[in-house]
């Protein structure tokens, strides 16, 4: 009788991620040879890795919010394949536009823009082992939905069935990785300060996915 309800909650659990799965639209954002050879520079100059193709083995998962109040506005944002001017704070760091792997509407809808383990450009010092995940919204107007939020925590159990998750984190916590044998950023001078997606936001993810026991973000210095 043990057994049968030990398959039947492996049963249960496999079902509950197919259907994360079958929820997720691609949408992709373009990614020609361009974008190619801008995120294969990006992983040179910035990390010093030098590859033939932008892939990454994901050891995190980052949580972003736009702070753009729609889909389509927000989508805009990632796909051209070149940063726009208006982004001067982080111009010095390359002409790679910045992007995530997934993008959660308001609504709670999640489309992924590209694959999980290619490089997006979304966190300083982490790109080369991080999945971001963009929540449409973060504004004073349109703040984080509960959609959005279920919508992430089974978006973070999906993406740590597929691979060897290590880390879950809120954009705003990056810095902590500083000096951490997973951050690779050159330039002691490029940064930015982030309070995306939300501590509050962040809380209640970890708090709905403690089972799968991430190991704990770095304490600041």
């Known amino acids: 009788m043990r057994y049968i309800i030990i398959i ?14 079958e929820r997720i639209i691609d949408r992709p954002i373009i990614f020609n040879e361009e974008r190619k050879e801008l995120s294969l520079e990006y992983l040179k100059e910035r990390y010093n ?5 932008p892939e990454i083995t994901p050891k995190m ?3 972003h919010w736009t702070a753009i109040p729609d889909l389509e506005s927000s989508f805009r944002a990632f796909n051209p394949v070149k940063l726009p001017g208006a982004r001067e704070d982080i111009q010095q760091a390359g002409a790679l536009n910045v992007s995530a792997h ?15 383990t290619t490089m997006a450009r979304h966190v300083i010092g982490l790109n080369h082992v ?3 995940v963009e929540n449409v919204g973060g504004t004073r107007e349109t703040p984080l939905t509960k959609a959005q939020l279920k ?7 999906y993406l740590n069935e597929k691979y060897d998750i290590e880390y879950l ?3 705003y916590e990056y810095p902590q990785f500083e000096g951490h044998e997973l951050w690779l950023e050159k330039d002691e001078g490029y940064r930015t300060q982030k309070t995306d997606p939300g501590k509050d936001f962040m809380q209640k993810v970890r ?3 403690k089972n799968l026991n991430f190991k704990p973000v770095p304490k600041n210095p």
Do not use: W
């Open 207 to 209: 708090e709905k996915t």
């Open 8 to 21: 039947f909650t492996l049963f249960l659990f496999s079902c509950k991620s197919a259907d994360v799965s």
């Open 102 to 116: 997934f993008l959660v509407d308001r609504d709670g809808t999640i489309y992924r823009l590209m694959p999980e």
């Open 61 to 63: 998962i980052v949580l």
């Open 169 to 171: 984190l809120g954009h």
């Open 130 to 132: 991080a999945i971001g």
């Open 151 to 157: 919508a992430n925590i089974d978006l973070v159990k």
């Open 49 to 53: 890795l030098e590859q033939s193709s």
